[in-house]
């Protein structure tokens, strides 16, 4: 059973890519948790697995990847739920709603042929609709007990019925056949509009200038911070319980930067989300987490508080990507070699072929994650006092 306070929590993560060059494997047995309102970043070099465990929490990796192994527990109204064994059915419930995912780039994570309005009211349709039409029922009551017209109450009385049924039933046939009838279907602009007013709203909260304007814009037509700052509104637009931002301000430049850290940190306060924050910039990591879990070649090798990560990291490649973060008083350090390929990687730590400290049981056994301090998680044999 997993803890109240954990949020999600990744238990023993396999990835594999079948490739034609060999299999890729990703991730092999990661361990991390996020605790209910906290920010937990992941850090490490390009290609450490960081985006893959993100996508794998959302079952969202993409062919050739398959996941092979271990569980995404989900802590959902005092439930506990192993997403990697549901259905792509209840994951699309989940996705937006419970957890969301802002992407890398968003001019890729948007759909070049639909305009703000339709994609940030596509998310709005699929999870919040019955909101929407019981909002629209009492406005038609209210209409219906002002007017004095005969034939206006005969028209608000069929569209209070046609919005009572879609949202008892929107399967209905007979909807879909109202739907079709030019006259009838006019009804349907109650709804337009009531998703055009709180898609503007969310624009607003994302600090865009002009939203009714942005919202019929398409996405060739925004600012790299504008079109991140719609991906931001498209993944909060139902107050989802878990953020996964991953590397959401990479493409952009650093006034725009610190403008969507900022923000990211402001909308976590108001709707009180949970974030993973996925980067490989350490100073954005201290600056806007709270704990934070490095990445090395597809295995967690440390876990800490923020604080207590910065102040005593333990693991050797901590320290490595520490060291080189420059620094006025000190040279700038580099860690040697480079991350290994993931088709043939390292036995034993896989971090063993760039270690100064590595010795035969590193290259022979792979450590395991181990609390060598409260809530301090380290992989590494020498810290455990290996021989």
Excluded: W
């Amino acid at each position: 059973m997993v803890d109240k306070a954990k949020i999600v929590e990744v238990d023993d993560l396999k990835v594999r890519f079948y490739t034609y060059e060999g299999i890729v494997k990703a991730l092999e047995g990661v361990d991390v948790f996020l605790r209910k309102g906290e920010t937990l970043g992941v850090a490490g070099e390009t290609g450490c697995g960081k985006t893959v465990t993100g996508l794998s929490i959302l079952k969202l990796v993409p062919p050739p990847g398959r996941i092979e192994g271990g569980r995404v527990l989900l802590n959902k109204d005092g439930k506990t739920i192993n997403l990697l064994e549901k259905d792509e059915l209840f994951l699309t419930k989940i996705r937006g709603k419970d957890i969301s995912m802002v992407f890398q780039e968003p001019k890729a994570a948007l759909n070049p042929v639909y305009t703000v309005e339709q994609q940030i009211g596509e998310v709005l349709m699929l999870h919040r609709k019955a909101e929407f039409i019981l909002n629209i029922l009492r406005q038609i009551k209210d209409e219906y007990k002002k007017t004095k017209s005969k034939f206006r109450r005969f028209i608000l009385k069929r569209q209070f019925g046609l919005y009572k049924l879609m949202l008892k039933n929107p399967e209905s046939l007979y909807l879909k056949i109202m739907s079709k009838i030019p006259i009838v279907r006019r009804f349907k602009r109650r709804l337009k509009e009531e998703i055009r007013k709180e898609v503007v709203r969310l624009l607003k909260e994302m600090e865009i200038p002009d939203p009714e304007r942005v919202a019929n814009m398409y996405p060739h037509e925004l600012s790299g911070g504008m079109a991140q700052r719609v991906v931001i509104a498209i993944a909060l637009a139902c107050n989802p319980t878990v953020l996964i931002a991953d590397e959401p301000t990479t493409s952009l430049d650093v006034t725009v930067q610190a403008q969507v850290l900022d923000l990211i940190r402001r909308l976590k306060e108001k709707f009180g989300s949970s974030i993973i924050y996925v980067s490989h910039d350490l100073g954005v990591i201290a600056e806007l987490c709270d704990r934070v879990a490095i990445m090395y070649a597809g295995n967690v090798v440390e876990l800490a508080d923020v604080y207590e990560l910065f102040k005593n990291p333990l693991h050797p490649y901590t320290r490595g990507l520490l060291e080189a973060i420059p620094r006025p008083d000190k040279p700038l350090k580099s860690i040697k070699g480079t991350v290994p390929n993931l088709i043939n990687p390292p036995q034993g730590c896989r971090f063993h072929p760039r270690c100064p400290y590595a010795t035969d049981i590193c290259r022979k056994f792979k450590p395991e994650l181990v609390e060598v301090k409260k809530d301090h998680l380290v992989a590494c044999h020498q810290v455990m006092g290996g021989e």
